[in-house]
């Protein structure tokens, strides 16, 4: 048997949240409901960068109604696990959303600034509705009033990573969700 080698590069993670497996099966049940909600009509899905890449690209494969693709550019953290105030949303929207189905995908509702500050700029522009499609729902931190209408997963509060998280732009590529070892977030939070 060769010997196990420690992974360096998980020595920030305390445990696994929420599975490979169960993030499948979960975006393979939210993508039915939205290609139900709308179907017969064209969707436009905007993506918050770089947190909601992997979501997106495995939402995006599952649905089955006319959609376009566009992406904006929003971020709160500076680094680490710190929230630096409000979130900061830059306008790169390439296509026109007037009058247009926007379905707005975030990794993560976690104070509800981000999406909140992004919905408003969605609104300005003229969508005709926009819902919300979030892997990962952390009520206990909403510090503005925000509800996406599609969620994956509600998660506690703790520092996750994975799927598109990162911890210092790290852990993005990890297939799961894992949690942050306590000491790497506490007082943080
Ligand atoms: P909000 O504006 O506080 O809702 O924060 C949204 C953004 O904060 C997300 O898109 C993430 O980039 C980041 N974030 C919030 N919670 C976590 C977490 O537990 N792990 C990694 N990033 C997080
Ligand atoms: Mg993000």
């Not at 179907?39 to 690209?57: F, K, S």
């Not at 993560?108 to 979030?134: E, F, H, P, Y």
């Amino acid at each position: 048997m060769p010997k196990k080698t420690p992974i360096p590069e998980l020595k920030h993670l305390d445990h696994i949240l929420v599975s490979e497996a169960a993030i499948k099966r979960r975006i393979a049940s939210l993508s039915e409901e939205i290609n139900r909600d709308y179907a017969g009509t064209h969707l436009t899905v905007i993506a918050v960068v770089n947190g909601a890449v992997v979501l997106v690209a495995d939402l995006l494969r599952k649905l089955r109604v006319q959609v376009r693709l566009d992406c904006v550019r929003a971020s709160s953290y500076h680094t680490g696990t710190q929230a630096a105030g409000k979130p900061v949303v830059i306008d790169s929207l390439k296509l026109d959303i007037t009058g247009q189905h926007v379905l707005l995908v975030d990794d993560i509702l976690d104070t509800g600034n981000t999406l909140s500050a992004v919905k408003t700029l969605l609104l300005a522009k003229q969508a005709a509705t926009v819902k919300t499609c979030v892997l990962l729902d952390k009520k206990a931190r909403r510090v503005v009033p925000f509800e996406a209408e599609y969620v994956g997963f509600e998660i506690p509060n703790e520092f996750v990573v994975g799927y598109g998280l990162d911890f210092n732009e790290r852990y993005r590529n990890l297939p799961c969700i894992g949690v942050l070892k306590p000491k790497y977030y506490a007082g943080l939070l």
